[in-house]
């Protein structure tokens, strides 16, 4: 039997895959698609997944295929510069294809030991006190003792489940592709429509949808004729899509032996480009916690935190973007408040709240217990001739120690050591997460070691 079967192979199912596999976990992940779309949308990685990808050391190989923009709130669409000295070797943004980035999670994934099987949707899933069955469109069954749903949006995991998805339907549809265009415009025809060159003579073409439910290169002409009263000759698609403006959270992210993460559990507005790092976050803050249940040492309601820790997280994410899509309405209250906004992030400390918002480099966790750098990530500080994040390549925690006192005791299985005087922190040491987040911090042993088994369970 697998110990947990994932649905869906987005990128916030092959990066789960990956970070159970670092704990040994067997994993099937199963994909209704042969493969990603070829060409599509870029995606924007913000800093925070920089962070969670270094820490895997997995940045290295995705900086080539895509191109880095100066770090920026870009909030509703305003752009200004980031204020000068953000604490991160990774204050930048990395637009990607989505299709490269799933492909190169997908292949981290299966070097690691997953099993990704392609095209077989998830049909039914029912549960027991022992697993989960689940039920393929071949009207096979699979047997686990978890399943997560990564299946996006549309979750088949989470309908059948009858976990509620509360939260506003899509008002505004767009039709988005990259088409060839016979007669590309010299400016701007209407400010609704966006058509610029990508390359290999195709472009993205941008327009409000209309009230059809597809997206083929007829609903492109038409609404292009309609709002500019041409449609430029518009041909030979490369691929299109529709997308809504819906903003939904599930009302949990776990039931039972289920849980849910990346779209499956949170929908809204790409403004700020926020949904897929949403995701990737939850893949990360997931993995170790549910390995620890699959292997036995997790503490008592450790799993439970994934969802205490990042459905907030998505409840926040899913208002900044109903604040993006506000300032960005055409009506004339919100174009002066955008106005205003526009002039509040020449402010520094503005800016940097906005920009902590939209990088998650914000993200504080409440564990009930006060200091500084608690529930707080770790910037890539230098320690010993190397950087922290290349500590956390396997996934484990680490307790990082400049007293040169402090053991790890008998969590050595689950927590690595170094120790290094010379470490930048702000504290005598640290308890890190395999997350990156900050457990624990002080120098007293015992202390520590209550903290290891809350963290990682009985020594
Ligand atoms: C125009 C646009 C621009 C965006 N730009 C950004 C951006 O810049 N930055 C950002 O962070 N986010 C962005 N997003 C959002 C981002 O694309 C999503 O948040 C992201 O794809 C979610 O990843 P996921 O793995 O959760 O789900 P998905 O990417 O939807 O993947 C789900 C996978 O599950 C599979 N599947 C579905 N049902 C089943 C089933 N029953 N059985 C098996 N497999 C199944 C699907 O085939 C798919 O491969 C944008 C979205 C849009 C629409």
Known sequence: MNDVIIA?????????AAELRLHDVRVLVLE???????????????????????????????????????AGAYFAGIDKPAPAGLDSPYAFLLGIPQPVLVRLLEEHAIALGAQVRKECAVTGVEQ????????????EQKRSRWLVGCDGGHSTVRKRLGIGFPGEPSRHETLMGELAVAEPPSGVPDKRIDIRPVGGGFFRVIVPAGPTVT???????????????TDFGVHSPRWTSRFGDATRLASSYRAGRVLLAGDAAHIH?????????????????????LAAQVRGWAPGTLLDTYETERRPVAADVLDNTRAQ??????????????????????????????????????????????????????????VSGTNLYSLLHHGRGLLLDRTGNLSRGAWSNRVDLLADPSAALDAPAVLLRPDGHVAWTGDDQRDLDDHLSRWFGPS
């Open 8 to 16: 869906g192979c987005g990128p916030v199912g092959a990066l789960l």
């Open 269 to 289: 507005p790409p403004a700020g480009g926020q949904g897929l790092n949403l995701g990737l976050q939850d893949a990360v803050n997931l993995g170790w916690k």
């Open 32 to 70: 209704r698609q042969a493969e990603p779309v070829s060409y599509a949308r870029i995606v924007s990685l913000h800093t925070r997944s920089l962070e969670l990808l270094a820490m895997r050391g997995l940045l290295d190989r995705l900086l080539p295929h895509g191109r880095r923009r100066p």
């Open 128 to 139: 027991d006190d022992l697993g989960v069955t689940v039920t393929l469109d071949s009207g």
């Open 215 to 229: 997206a083929t290169i007829e609903d492109f002409r038409h609404q292009l004729r309609a709002i500019a009263g």
């Open 325 to 382: 899509v506000a300032l960005q309405s055409d009506e004339p209250g919100a174009r002066a408040l955008r106005r205003l906004v526009t002039e509040l992030m020449d402010f520094d400390e503005v800016n940097r709240f906005l920009l902590g918002r939209t990088t998650a480099t914000d993200i504080r966790y409440d564990f009930g217990t006060s200091g500084d750098l608690i529930g707080r990530r770790l910037p890539d500080v230098a």
